[in-house]
């Protein structure tokens, strides 16, 4: 009878925590590390994601500038692409804009002309295009679409541009007087050049 109670003591003891170890068990310490390296595979993938989603939007982008450049034409290190719906000057920009360019901003005499013989071309009828030059902040300031100064103008001076005035304050490019410049009023309905930086 004493040795049944000896196995039972012996066994309780074997099955009460340890006094003075201060290990935790493998199971405890095993559970967080799984969960940390899935978190950390986790984080991975996420990222990898991240970076082809990135890849795929500057694929389209690439696609996107590439169908432009053969409607229009590619010069100066951009395409350039006259659209035949005229819109008032603020809608002309937004929409070069909501298609990955902005307004066209010719910066030497070479880049007005080769706009010039460019819409001469592709939109017959049409005299006035806006370009992407306004004075619109403060009056006599021209700046570009980006709010940079302007350093180049090709203003028609035999018509006295740019006349001023609070209301012309927007930019176009004229056929009819061989691609100089003259300023309108920004509500006018024009064509306009939508130019997109080729990477």
Not at 10 to 33: D, E, H, I, Y
Not at 96 to 116: K, V, W, Y
Request: charged share 25%; glycine share 6%; with cysteine.
């Amino acid at each position: 009878m004493g040795r049944p109670g000896l196995v039972f003591l012996l066994v309780l003891t074997s099955m009460l925590p340890q006094q003075g170890s201060s290990r935790p068990s493998r199971t405890r310490k095993a559970v967080p590390a799984r969960q940390t390296e899935a978190a950390a595979d986790e984080d991975d993938v996420k990222s990898q994601i991240n970076k082809l989603w990135l890849e795929v939007n500057s694929l389209k982008e690439m696609q996107a500038l590439q169908t432009v450049c053969l409607r229009g034409i590619k010069a100066h290190r951009k395409c350039y692409l006259a659209i035949e719906e005229p819109k008032h000057y603020h809608e002309a920009n937004e929409d070069c804009i909501a298609q990955g360019g902005t307004l066209a901003i010719p910066r030497d005499l070479n880049e007005n002309n080769d706009l010039r013989d460019y819409v001469r071309r592709s939109s017959s009828g049409s005299k006035d295009f806006w370009i992407g030059v306004t004075d619109i902040v403060k009056e006599g300031q021209y700046v570009d679409v980006n709010s940079m100064p302007i350093s180049y103008f090709n203003w028609d001076r035999t018509k006295k541009q740019p006349t001023g005035g609070k209301r012309e304050s927007c930019v176009a490019l004229s056929l009819a007087s061989q691609g100089k410049w003259h300023d309108e009023v920004c509500r006018s309905l024009k064509k306009y050049i939508c130019e997109y930086l080729i990477p």
